[in-house]
């Protein structure tokens, strides 16, 4: 088990909160002496403090700049997508 206070400001991680729980996308944005305001990426992306004790069940892998830029990519163009058929109703 592990938590946030793990993470470090700025990086990518996939993480799986919960053991039977989904894999997720996370940046870090901020960090003060308590908690984390991280970014969390599904179909939206959602914003939100977690305590830097708050459990993480795994920290499946720290992304590395060339993934960031692909994820992005492939993340940007869905988006657009979406945004473009809700424009067409």
Known sequence: MYSYA???????YL????????????RVNMETDHCMYVSSYAETELALWKKKTDPIFDILELLEDDKVKTWESIYNDSQDTYNYEEDEE
């Open 6 to 12: 793990l993470l470090e400001k700025g990086c990518y």
């Open 15 to 26: 993480i799986q909160e919960n053991e039977q729980g989904p894999v997720g996308l996370i």
